[in-house]
Nanobody, 127 residues
Framework: VQLQASGGGVVQVGGSLRLSCSSS????????MGWFRQAPGKEREFVAA????????TYSDSVDGRFAIAKDSAKNTVSLEMNNLKPEDSATYYC?????????????????????WGQGTQVTVSS
């Protein structure tokens, strides 16, 4: 499975960006897809996740209310709409895909639940 993330760039504080992640090489549907991010000198952290069945989503506290994750099952893509961006949102954003069934979307906040990762796309929020 190959994941390709795109849509990163430089945006001013308060601006918006939309990230997209396409999936290829898969023979079946994922159970969930998620977005993580890593800022320089920091550990990678969870941002958002969505289940493929039911479309249940969950967000980190730091982005809840500003970011929105969505999926397009027909195109095997997941997007992350990011609004009201802050300097602390600057990071490399990674999309990830899981083939593991978990009973609650909240379990998909952990990196080890994902088997496949994209290469990352850089988001820089300038003040």
């Amino acid at each position: 499975v190959q994941l390709q993330a795109s849509g990163g760039g430089v945006v001013q504080v308060g601006g918006s960006l939309r990230l997209s992640c396409s999936s290829s090489g898969r023979t079946g549907r994922p159970t969930a897809m998620g977005w993580f991010r890593q800022a320089p000198g920091k550990e990678r952290e969870f941002v958002a996740a969505i289940t493929w069945s039911g479309g249940y989503s969950t967000y980190s506290d730091s982005v809840d209310g500003r970011f929105a994750i969505a999926k397009d099952s027909a195109k095997n893509t997941v997007s992350l709409e990011m609004n009201n961006l802050k300097p602390e949102d600057s990071a490399t954003y990674y999309c990830a895909s899981s083939s593991t069934y978990l009973p609650n979307v909240a379990y998909y906040t952990t990196e080890r639940m994902y088997e496949y990762w994209g290469q990352g796309t850089q988001v820089t929020v300038s003040s």
